[in-house]
């Protein structure tokens, strides 16, 4: 069973910046292959992609946070990142990782399913 733990969230004023972790575990999971993303939901809202990286480092991004989000990973530390500078107040809400085999096709914000998700951290901007 794969598993994954977001920490790294807090409240920030607008214009700073935090860095979200993502640690995982389990079998299969391979960090080498595995797709993985950070999607987030504001409150009342439905779940947004955010970006995704692929087991080669090839990444995709939402519009509302390009230039501004950075999605990484360290593989002999099966740990993923997302660095958020800029922070603007929409973009609070609770922040999600989530992890797909290789199997599961594209890994792109605009085909892949992700099987497996963490519970969530939480980030507030203020403005």
């Known amino acids: 069973q794969v598993q994954l733990v977001e920490s790294g969230g807090g409240s920030v004023q607008a214009g700073g910046s935090l860095r979200l972790s993502c640690a995982a575990s389990?079998?299969?999971?391979?960090?080498?292959?595995?797709?993985m993303g950070w999607y987030r939901q504001a409150p009342g809202k439905e779940r947004e992609g955010v970006a995704t990286?692929?087991?080669?480092?090839?990444?995709s991004y939402a519009d509302s946070v390009k230039g501004r989000f950075t999605i990484s990973k360290d593989n002999p530390k099966n740990t993923l990142y997302l660095q958020m500078n800029s922070l603007k107040s929409e973009d609070t809400g609770m922040y999600y990782c989530?992890?797909?085999?290789?199997?599961?096709?594209?890994?792109?914000?605009?085909?892949?399913?992700?099987?497996?998700w963490g519970r969530g951290t939480q980030v507030t901007v203020s403005s």
């Open positions: 989530a992890a797909a085999p290789k199997a599961s096709g594209w890994c792109h914000l605009l085909h892949i399913l992700f099987p497996h």
């Open positions: 990286i692929d087991g080669d480092g090839y990444t």
């Open positions: 389990g079998s299969p999971y391979n960090s080498n292959t595995y797709c």
